[in-house]
């Protein structure tokens, strides 16, 4: 079994080949990735000599290069990660988003179609449903559930499912879908919030909450993602999507003050800051699909989740210090600098 898995120098597509290189020790994973600014060679560091293991440098919109690539390694299956993936930087780009996450999915989709596939699979988000309104605790995001976008990210992804949808009804090609909620762990960029609280907090850094900070996030740890998407490949069926989350919403105010607790600093450094354009108010999966037909169940509490994660920040200083001296600074100024 050969699977590619592109954007898998980013956070969840690392962790991904983690886990599938230790549960399937048989299978020979080839990663392609364009290493973006989200993309760090670093992080493949402890599998880049695993003999079943092979980078390669690669954009999913260079055509030639995908074919090539196929042709090649002839996979069984396409695991596709690779995408601009922070929703503050499409309200900044758009374009880009639109390039990679839609016109990339395309390609990588031809490829399968020209060199034959046992599966492709698109991992998409919950953005696609759009928000939920904080006074009905009782809606949730279902596979029925209309996509309704926000913001250029989302719509971008939405693009790309209703595309891989098509090349399922168009090509027959075997394609799968799923929708995950908010993940957090190890690798996690620090743009996003989980990992840009911990590291500004160790910093003695502002943390800068949009808004009033109750928005709300459906989090998920990011191996309980890892195992969903395993268990879709093997048991999951052609032409379906399967949301993934763990019914663990939390509002964004709760999750800083809980890092400043565990981190033994001051709710003080919390600023709050302009609130993001167009800001989704709550997402919530009901992942009543995946566990009954699949048995998918997460199995990491987020008080330990969130505690192992901190840890993980704490032991690899190295790596998210390096990111955030480089060209991090810049963005950090743009973004926050006059916020
Ligand atoms: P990330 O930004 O950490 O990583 C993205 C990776 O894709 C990087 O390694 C980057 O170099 C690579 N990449 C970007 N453009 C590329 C291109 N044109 N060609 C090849 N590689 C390219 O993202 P992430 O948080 O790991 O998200 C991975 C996927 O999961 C994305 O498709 C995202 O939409 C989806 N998702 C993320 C979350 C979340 O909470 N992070 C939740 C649900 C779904
Ligand atoms: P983020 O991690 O960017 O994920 P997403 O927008 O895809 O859910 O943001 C999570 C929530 O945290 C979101 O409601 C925006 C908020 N947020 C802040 O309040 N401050 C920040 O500096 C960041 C990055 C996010």
Same mark, same amino acid.
Not at 25 to 54: H, Q, W
Not at 214 to 219: C, E, T
Not at 254 to 273: A, R
Not at 307 to 313: D, G, N, P, R, V
């Given at each position: 079994?050969?699977?590619?898995?592109?954007?898998? !120098?980013?956070?969840?597509?690392?962790?991904?080949?983690?886990?599938?290189?230790?549960?399937?020790?048989?299978?020979?994973?080839? /990663?392609?990735?364009?290493? %973006?600014?989200? #993309?760090?060679?670093?992080?493949?560091?402890?599998?880049?000599?695993?003999?079943?293991?092979?980078?390669?440098?690669?954009?999913?919109?260079?055509?030639?290069?995908?074919?090539?690539?196929?042709?090649?390694?002839?996979?069984?299956?396409?695991?596709?990660?690779?995408?601009?993936?922070? =929703?503050? $930087?499409?309200?900044?780009? *758009?374009? =880009?988003? &639109?390039?990679?996450?839609? &016109?990339?999915?395309?390609?990588?989709?031809?490829?399968?179609?020209?060199?034959?596939?046992?599966?492709?699979?698109?991992?998409? %988000?919950?953005?696609?449903?759009?928000?939920?309104?904080?006074?009905? *605790?009782? &809606?949730?995001? %279902?596979?029925?559930?209309?996509?309704?976008?926000?913001?250029?990210?989302?719509?971008?992804? !939405?693009? !790309?499912?209703?595309?891989?949808?098509?090349?399922?009804?168009?090509?027959? &090609? *075997?394609?799968?879908?799923?929708? /995950?909620?908010?993940?957090?762990?190890?690798?996690?960029?620090?743009?996003?919030?989980?990992?840009?609280?911990?590291?500004? /907090?160790?910093?003695?850094?502002?943390?800068?909450?949009?808004?009033?900070?109750?928005?709300?996030?459906?989090?998920?740890?990011?191996?309980?993602? /890892?195992?969903?998407?395993?268990?879709?490949?093997?048991?999951?069926?052609? #032409?379906?999507?399967?949301?993934?989350?763990?019914?663990?919403?939390?509002?964004?105010?709760?999750?800083?003050?809980?890092?400043?607790?565990?981190?033994?600093?001051?709710?003080?450094?919390?600023?709050?800051? %302009?609130? $993001?354009?167009?800001?989704?108010?709550?997402?919530?999966?009901?992942?009543?699909?995946?566990?009954?037909?699949?048995?998918?169940?997460?199995?990491?509490?987020?008080?330990?989740?969130?505690?192992?994660?901190?840890?993980?920040?704490?032991?690899?200083?190295?790596?998210?210090?390096?990111?955030?001296?480089?060209?991090?600074?810049?963005?950090?100024?743009?973004?926050?600098?006059? $916020?």
């Amino acid at each position: 079994m050969t699977i590619i898995v592109t954007g898998g !120098a980013g956070f969840i597509g690392s962790n991904f080949i983690f886990y599938m290189l230790k549960k399937h020790p048989e299978y020979r994973i080839v /990663c392609l990735d364009k290493l %973006t600014y989200a #993309g760090n060679l670093s992080t493949l560091k402890s599998v880049m000599k695993s003999p079943n293991f092979r980078f390669v440098k690669l954009d999913i919109c260079d055509r030639e290069g995908v074919y090539k690539l196929f042709e090649e390694e002839k996979p069984d299956m396409v695991v596709n990660f690779a995408a601009e993936s922070h =929703v503050d $930087r499409s309200i900044e780009n *758009p374009s =880009v988003f &639109l390039e990679t996450n839609i &016109l990339g999915t395309g390609v990588l989709m031809d490829g399968c179609r020209k060199y034959g596939i046992k599966r492709y699979h698109q991992v998409s %988000t919950d953005e696609v449903y759009g928000d939920l309104p904080l006074d009905r *605790p009782d &809606l949730f995001f %279902t596979e029925e559930t209309p996509l309704h976008t926000s913001s250029p990210y989302s719509s971008s992804k !939405a693009g !790309a499912d209703l595309l891989v949808l098509s090349y399922f009804r168009t090509y027959s &090609l *075997p394609v799968t879908i799923s929708r /995950c909620s908010n993940n957090y762990g190890p690798y996690h960029f620090p743009e996003k919030l989980i990992p840009l609280m911990i590291a500004n /907090c160790l910093n003695d850094k502002p943390l800068p909450v949009y808004g009033e900070g109750k928005n709300v996030r459906d989090w998920l740890y990011v191996e309980d993602h /890892c195992k969903a998407i395993d268990l879709i490949l093997s048991k999951g069926k052609v #032409g379906e999507v399967y949301n993934v989350g763990g019914h663990n919403e939390k509002r964004n105010i709760d999750i800083v003050k809980l890092i400043c607790k565990e981190l033994g600093k001051s709710e003080d450094l919390i600023t709050f800051v %302009t609130d $993001r354009k167009g800001h989704d108010m709550r997402y919530a999966i009901d992942p009543a699909k995946i566990h009954n037909e699949l048995g998918w169940l997460p199995e990491t509490k987020f008080d330990d989740g969130i505690k192992k994660t901190i840890e993980w920040y704490l032991e690899n200083r190295d790596w998210w210090e390096e990111i955030i001296s480089g060209e991090y600074q810049n963005y950090y100024e743009k973004m926050y600098g006059n $916020r």
